[in-house]
């Protein structure tokens, strides 16, 4: 089983920064894919981010905005959001271990409670 707890979440204006923190316990998480996802009020839950070993992936919503980082060292996954626009306003959520499509919800075995996000214009 792997525990996840995302922090570093706030209020901040339009065109600000903001970075998310998702610290890991239990079983190793080097090997597996984590992400990122985010829900808005009345919304499903979407893609954000993820990362692989070796590769990153995006929503096209927020290339060149945000950026996931890991450090399996530490077992904490990282967002970095530039640019911050009121619409990526949400409830950030971590994931882990990926088995399938990484842009699909059912796809994540493990999730945390999230940290909210709120972006004013």
């Known amino acids: 089983q792997v525990q996840l707890v995302e922090s570093g979440g706030g209020l901040v204006q339009a065109g600000g920064s903001l970075r998310v923190s998702c610290t890991a316990s239990?079983?190793?998480?080097?090997?597996?894919?984590m992400g990122w996802f985010r829900q808005a009020p009345g919304k499903e839950r979407e893609f954000v981010a993820a990362t692989t070993r070796s590769t990153s992936y995006y929503a096209d919503s927020v290339k060149g905005r945000f950026a996931i980082s890991r450090d399996n060292g530490k077992r904490t996954l990282t967002l970095q959001m530039n640019s911050l626009r009121p619409e990526d306003t949400a409830v950030y959520y971590c994931?882990?271990?990926?088995?399938?499509?990484?842009?699909?919800?059912?796809?994540?075995?493990?999730w945390g409670q999230g940290t909210q996000v709120t972006v004013s214009s």
């Open positions: 239990g079983r190793s998480i080097s090997t597996y894919a």
């Open positions: 994931a882990a271990r990926l088995v399938g499509a990484y842009s699909d919800t059912k796809n994540w075995a493990y």
